[in-house]
C-alpha cells in the first residue's frame, strides 16, 4: 500500500472508532424512557466487558499468570489499585524467575 | 489545584503506567510490519483503541481489502457503544461540544473509572474526565512512538512480566464492581462467553462474544422488587 492510502485508512479506521464511542449514547438518547431491563443490562456493561479483557489472560495462560491474577485479586480486596499491581506483578516475577513456572 | 484535576491526574497516571508497555508493543510492532513511525503516531492519536490499533497493522501488512480493515476496527470497538449508552446518564450537565470530545477519549480504563466515580456519588465533572483522558492520551502516543523508534531494542517483556500488568489491571476495576446486583453471574457468563470465543473464534472477537453473553444474562436476570428507575432517580439527587 503507498503511503498515501495507508494515511486515508487510518483516518477512516479513526472515524469509525469514533462513530463507536457516540453510538451508543445517540441510540440511547432517542428513547424517552429506559425499559428497566434494558437498564440492567446497560448497569451490567463494566463488569459483562471488563472481564473479557482478563478471563482469557487467566484461562489460556500457564500458572505464572493464574498466580500473579490470584495474588492481585486477593490483595484488591483490601488494599488500593496500585498495591495490587505491585502484589500481582511481583507474584508473576516470582513464578517465573523463582520457581520456573 | 483543583480536587478533580489532582484526581484525574493520578488516576490518568495509574492507567498510563500500566498501559505503557502495550503502547511500545503497539509501536515496535507496527514498524516491524512496515509502518513509518510517523503512521504508528498517527494511529495512537487518532484512532487511540490499543487493541483494534494491533488488529489494523496486522492487516495492513496482507493484501486485504481497505474497507474491510476498516470494518475489522470497527467490530474490535464496538463494545464502546455499550460504554456511550452505559455512560449517557452521568454526563447530562456537559454541553454538546464537551460531550462531543469527551466521547473521543471513551476508552476501556476511562469508561470503567467514571463509572466507579459515578456509582460512589463523587461527581463525574469534565475536569476529572479530560484530566484523566489527557494524561492517558498523550503517555499513549508517547510510549507507542517510543516503541516505534526503539522497538528493535526491546528485549523479551515476559522476563519483566510486562505482560500481566494489563489483567491485573482490568481485573481490579471488576472487582471493584462485586457489590452491584447481579455481579456473580454476570461475570460468570462474560468469563465463559469469552473463554469460549477466545478458543473457538479466535481473538480479539472474544471481547465482544463475552461482553454480550455478560450482557444478556444482566437483562434476563429477575428484576429487584424495586423499581429500578427509583434507584436511579436517587443517585441522581445524590
Known amino acids: ?101 | 489545584m483543583n480536587k478533580d484535576i489532582v484526581a484525574g491526574l493520578k488516576g490518568g497516571a495509574v492507567i498510563a503506567l500500566s498501559a505503557s508497555p502495550f503502547a511500545v508493543l503497539f509501536g515496535a510492532v507496527a514498524v516491524d510490519n512496515g509502518l513509518t513511525v510517523f503512521d504508528a503516531a498517527l494511529m495512537s492519536a487518532t484512532i487511540y483503541a490499543g487493541a483494534s490499533q494491533l488488529v489494523g497493522i496486522e492487516l495492513f501488512g496482507q493484501q486485504v481489502a481497505p474497507w474491510l480493515i476498516v470494518l475489522s476496527i470497527f467490530a474490535v470497538n464496538f463494545r464502546h457503544i455499550l460504554y456511550s449508552a452505559a455512560i449517557a446518564r452521568h454526563i447530562r450537565g456537559y454541553s454538546l461540544l464537551q460531550k462531543a470530545i469527551a466521547f473521543f477519549f471513551l476508552t476501556d480504563p476511562q469508561f470503567a473509572e467514571a463509572i466507579r466515580r459515578a456509582e460512589q456519588g463523587r461527581p463525574l465533572t469534565f475536569t476529572w474526565y479530560m484530566a484523566f483522558a489527557l494524561v492517558f492520551y498523550f503517555s499513549w502516543l508517547f510510549f507507542s512512538t517510543l516503541g516505534a523508534w526503539f522497538g528493535s531494542m526491546l528485549g523479551d517483556p515476559k522476563a519483566w512480566a510486562i505482560d500481566v500488568l494489563l489483567p491485573i489491571y482490568f481485573l481490579g476495576l471488576v472487582l471493584a464492581f462485586r457489590r452491584k446486583p447481579g455481579f456473580y453471574p454476570v461475570v460468570a457468563a462474560s468469563m465463559v462467553g469469552s473463554v469460549a470465543g477466545y478458543y473457538f473464534v479466535g481473538s480479539p472477537w472474544h471481547v465482544s462474544i463475552g461482553a454480550i453473553c455478560g450482557v444478556l444474562v444482566a437483562a434476563l436476570l429477575p428484576l429487584p422488587a424495586q423499581p429500578v428507575a427509583a434507584e436511579v432517580s436517587e443517585e441522581a439527587a445524590s
Open chain 1, 1 to 101: 500500500m503507498d503511503d498515501l492510502s495507508i494515511l486515508w485508512l487510518i483516518l477512516a479506521a479513526a472515524l469509525a472508532t469514533y462513530a463507536t464511542r457516540v453510538g451508543g449514547y445517540v441510540l440511547i438518547t432517542r428513547m424517552r424512557t429506559l425499559p428497566p431491563r434494558l437498564e440492567q443490562a446497560l448497569n451490567a456493561v463494566p463488569a459483562a466487558v471488563l472481564t473479557t479483557l482478563w478471563a482469557p489472560a487467566f484461562f489460556t495462560n500457564g500458572w505464572d499468570v493464574r498466580l500473579a491474577l490470584i495474588a492481585a485479586a486477593l490483595v484488591s480486596l483490601r488494599y488500593p489499585g496500585l498495591i495490587m499491581l505491585a502484589a500481582g506483578w511481583a507474584a508473576a516475577m516470582l513464578a517465573r524467575h523463582l520457581f520456573g513456572l
